[in-house]
């Protein structure tokens, strides 16, 4: 079950971790942009380096970790208690190719460092968007991978559309349009490989439905745990449905093998190692 290493999360009780044991790692918004994102990164050409840009929980770093673990997978997060937690994880799990650090992305100074990076609704949190892209591309060796998912501008439920969800922590935007973020990748200079909506209007409709018990927090646990294996349920039922439109996007990218520096961070660039090392890594 997708999410099932967070059962051995240290601030867990007996009830939750069975819980999370039986049904994965309840966060639905989570659960169904993983089923867009996990194909996805399973056919990654054997990455020796990964970056899980913004990793959070460390969700999706194990999963990296356990797909291909001969690889080293560094989760990246701001919060060093977040940090500190999953590294403990890891070590509970006894995966030895993770580790965590707590830096800035906006500040990353890498180049040609992973082979893959994953960024799973990171975008919509900072101001200066191009710019992290732009990072995001150096930091990639040449002929690697950016794995990106954002929210969409608008929300999509049977044919009705309204802006999407703002009042969420850290949110500086709504979303992105399909045309408008491949615009942007490619001037920076990615190559697109996918892109696609995720999250059709069942699915939508179940993520509304678990913002409105939780507000996008950990609250209402109680009442959260008693019907998020229905709201599951119903967007797993939902899958074969079309997103198109819908209200999230996912994009598969490529730097290409010969790719040019981006203009104002080539220069300046360090290895990823220095940039690690550089803040008490």
């Not at 949190?125 to 710019?131: A, G, K």
Request: net charge positive; with cysteine.
């Amino acid at each position: 079950m997708f999410g099932g290493d967070q059962a051995a999360a240290p601030e867990l009780g007996r009830f939750e971790r069975m819980y999370v044991r039986l049904l994965g790692y309840p966060a639905l918004g989570l659960r169904i942009r993983a089923k867009a994102i996990l194909p996805l990164l399973h056919r990654l050409p054997d990455p020796e380096s990964i970056l899980d840009a913004g990793c959070g929980k460390g969700v999706f770093t194990l999963a990296a970790a356990r797909a291909f673990p001969h690889a080293s997978v560094l989760g990246v997060d701001q919060s060093p208690l977040l940090v500190e937690r999953n590294a403990r994880l890891a070590a509970r799990l006894g995966l030895r190719n993770v580790r965590f650090l707590a830096r800035d992305l906006t500040q990353m100074m890498a180049r040609a460092r992973f082979d893959a990076i994953l960024a799973t609704d990171v975008l919509e949190h900072v101001h200066d968007d191009r710019d992290l892209l732009r990072r995001f591309f150096e930091a990639l060796r040449p002929g690697g991978r950016l794995l990106l998912h954002v929210p969409h501008v608008t929300r999509h439920v049977f044919g009705g559309a309204r802006t999407n969800l703002m009042d969420i922590e850290g949110h500086v935007r709504p979303g992105y349009g399909l045309d408008e973020l491949r615009a942007l990748l490619v001037a920076i200079g990615f190559e697109i490989e996918l892109s696609a909506y995720n999250y059709n209007s069942v699915e939508t409709l179940m993520n509304d439905i678990s913002f409105r018990i939780t507000g996008g927090r950990e609250r209402r646990k109680a009442l959260y745990a008693f019907c998020f294996p229905w709201l599951l349920l119903g967007s797993w039922l939902a899958s074969p449905l079309r997103a198109e439109p819908g209200s999230g996007l996912v994009f598969l990218c490529r730097r290409p093998a010969a790719a040019a520096a981006s203009a104002g961070i080539g220069a300046a660039s360090a290895d990823a190692y220095d940039w690690i090392a550089d803040q008490g890594g």
